[in-house]
């Protein structure tokens, strides 16, 4: 089964612009969840979107948004980007069962100049 | 508000000795929890999980350890391998919550021969 892949994998951009990121699951799964990373808040929880519905949201401001298509593939957008936005961002996706292991992609390193 | 808490930034061990990583959490109503690894430039790894009904799951070299009463886990790698030698995370999600991920900041583990 080919794994998490997310789009672009580089991406640099200029203060006040947006930025749209790009996740595909692994096959068959239906949950997609996304993360940031950065040196000084490790990795925190952005949000999770199943069926296309967003069930669950992290603390971030509202410039941070997503949503998910009907074949599971998954979009995360950032309006007015700032320069604190500069991070790694991860896409981690899980199929249904209680267990619920997320299994990530290798993150789209943004920066923001 | 860190709720998963991975106190040691750094470890060193000797090639084929054993690996202790320590994670500490607040929250009582995690119920599943997991390890990853990840190496630079990539996204993580899954390693190995544990529900709140075990104390303990084994996969090779790999051990988990739950003490709910203390509110802590522990993952045990024997014999370590210099190819062990990555950033380990700890993370805990809730079953009411949407499975978001709660991680610990990293402990980088680095393995001498």
């Known amino acids: 089964k080919a794994g998490v892949t997310q789009t672009p994998r580089y991406l640099i951009k200029t203060r006040g612009q947006q930025v749209t990121l790009s996740c595909s699951p692994i096959?068959?799964?239906?949950?997609v969840s996304w993360y940031q990373q950065t040196p000084g808040q490790g990795l925190q929880f952005l949000f999770e979107?199943?069926?296309?519905?967003?069930?669950n949201k992290g603390n971030f401001p509202g410039r941070f948004s997503g949503r998910q298509f009907s074949n599971s593939r998954s979009e995360m957008n950032v309006s007015t980007l700032e320069l604190g936005d500069s991070a790694l961002y991860l896409c981690?996706?899980?199929?249904?069962?209680?267990?619920?292991?997320?299994?990530f992609g290798p993150g789209t390193r943004l920066l923001v100049l | 508000d860190q709720q998963v808490k991975q106190n040691s930034p750094s470890l060193s061990v000797q090639e084929g000795r054993i690996s202790i990583l320590n994670c500490d959490y607040t929250?009582?109503?995690?119920?599943?929890f997991l390890w990853y690894k990840k190496y630079p430039a990539e996204g993580p790894t899954f390693l190995i999980s544990?529900?709140?009904?075990?104390d303990k799951n084994e996969d090779g070299r790999f051990t988990v350890f739950l003490n709910k009463s203390a509110k802590h886990l522990s993952l045990h790698i024997v014999p370590s391998q210099p190819g062990d030698s990555a950033v380990y995370f700890c993370?805990?999600?809730?079953?009411?919550?949407?499975?978001?991920?709660?991680f610990g900041k990293g402990t980088s583990l680095l393995v001498t021969p």
């Open positions: 544990i529900s709140s009904i075990k």
């Open positions: 993370a805990a999600s809730a079953s009411n919550s949407g499975y978001a991920l709660n």
């Open positions: 096959s068959g799964h239906r949950s």
């Open positions: 929250n009582s109503m995690f119920d599943y």
């Open positions: 979107y199943f069926s296309e519905t967003q069930r």
């Open positions: 981690a996706s899980s199929s249904v069962g209680w267990t619920e292991t997320q299994y």
